[in-house]
């Protein structure tokens, strides 16, 4: 009968949450600017999408890249300045939002410089 029971227990631990995969990642970025044409970006082993101002990144075995705000960084150091940025339902706003957008500014700063 221990047997039986020690089984179950583990029968019960392996089909446990625990032991699931990952959630899907989602999170969407409102540009500064639009882009000209539908452009897409992997950040982080996330897919990025954009078409005009929105971009939606999707990956199905990743639950987050980082921090909203470090997320948001790396999505802005790719893609450009963000007007907004939601993940897991959370905002970026405010000075959290300039500091996202400060990546962007210095990636363009980088590529200014590289260009001299």
């Known amino acids: 009968m221990k047997i039986f029971g020690a089984?179950?227990?583990?029968?019960?631990?392996?089909s446990s949450s625990a032991y699931a995969a990952p959630a899907a990642f989602r999170a969407q970025a409102t540009l500064a600017a639009p882009v000209a044409q539908p452009t897409q970006a992997v950040i982080s082993g996330v897919t990025w999408t954009c078409e005009a101002d929105k971009c939606v990144g999707a990956a199905e075995h990743r639950t987050s890249l980082d921090n909203p705000v470090r997320e948001c960084k790396k999505v802005a150091a790719q893609v450009g300045p963000l007007a907004s940025y939601v993940t897991r339902g959370?905002?970026?706003t405010g000075g959290n939002l300039r500091v996202c957008n400060s990546a962007a500014a210095a990636k363009a700063g980088d590529s200014a410089l590289a260009q001299k």
């Open 7 to 14: 089984a179950a227990a583990l029968a019960l631990l392996a």
């Open 90 to 92: 959370r905002e970026v």
